[in-house]
């Protein structure tokens, strides 16, 4: 009943009230504002019409006698295929707490006695037509959720679907590179080159647009591992080499100790140091170095930073840097590739851990980001040997 569409041409209106002058008299000006009346004299008979022959609306008195305003809106309220059908309460109770407690109960509005004729038309076609925009706003939310539910579930297909053939384009693809290389095939071996390299970006993208679309439920699931620092930095520059050669850049690594354990999800926290590094060398000019540094915190907890001297980012820019597809330029025509879920991922897969993400930056001096993962993720191991351990990497 409460599903009835707005543009219905007769709106039909329940009216109980246990005063026969005050049923006629509000009768009489709905009729005349063109409603479809039905009266009943208490509780009992309003709910039974109600289930009987539907309405578009209930208006109640309060105090009736077997059944009074207060039970009958908790009557409809409590019904599975009545509940939303909105009521309007009618009352000449001088107790102050009359009107909350109609409130309470599920009143959508409510009429004081005696009543306001002039005013009482507006009142009526005001929660109406509140009514029919809330069913409206539910239908397009659930719309909306729903269409959100198909893009997630495309986007996990999607994926399953590139990834194998990515894969293998990726596979194949080494496999002729080599063949070249042995044949001492330079120019073919750089066209191979080409076609891995583009299936790797490719893949990075679509798994970065599943990570991002399983973010937007909740926190993403991690597959938990113990690893050491220096491992999960030999899985961050594993495979730089090459950008880092086209970039001219140069990537150093300064670990307090490379036998610090962190219970983390090995993939996913390479994957985000990764994208930092990527970052400093995508937005900087060739020659640009970086550093990767890792320590305890007093806290107990590890800090990994990535630190460039790049041009660095305006403070007042900073925070849209870890909103979805941000970047620095997202018109069609940038220079740099990319969605512009880096950072943002970086920040997903921090908060998955129980960590944090910043970045602090300043135009013309460089960036720093640094993850921050809690101290119960953390086991400090004694060093294989003294100090910090530094060393570059390209």
Known sequence: MGERSAVDTV?????????????????????????????????????????????????????????????????IRSDKGLGETPVMVITASDRGDAVDQAFAAGANSFLAKPMNWSLFHHAVKFVLRAHDDRIALRRARDQAEAGAKFKDSLMSVMSHELRTPLNAIIGFGQIITEQFASQNDNLHREYADYIVDGGRRLLSSVSDMLLASDA????????????SLGVLMDDVVSGFEKTLHLAEATLSLRLSSPDIEVCCDRALLSRAIRKLVDNSVKFSPRGVEILIGAALTRQGGLAIMVKDNGPGVKKELIGNLTAPFSQLDMSLRRSREGLGLGLPLVNVIAAAHGGSFRIDSELGKGARAIITIPASRVAAKPAKSAGAIGKQVA
């Open 216 to 227: 937007r439920s909740g926190p993403i699931a991690i597959n938990e591992t113990d690893v």
């Open 11 to 75: 709106r039909r209106i329940i009216l109980v009230d246990d005063d026969a002058i005050m049923r006629e008299l509000a009768s009489a000006k709905l009729l005349d504002a063109g409603y479809h009346v039905m009266v009943a004299c208490n509780g009992v008979e309003a709910l039974t019409l109600l289930k009987n022959e539907g309405a578009d609306l209930v208006i109640s008195d309060l105090d009736m006698p077997m059944m009074n305003g207060f039970e009958l809106t908790e009557a």
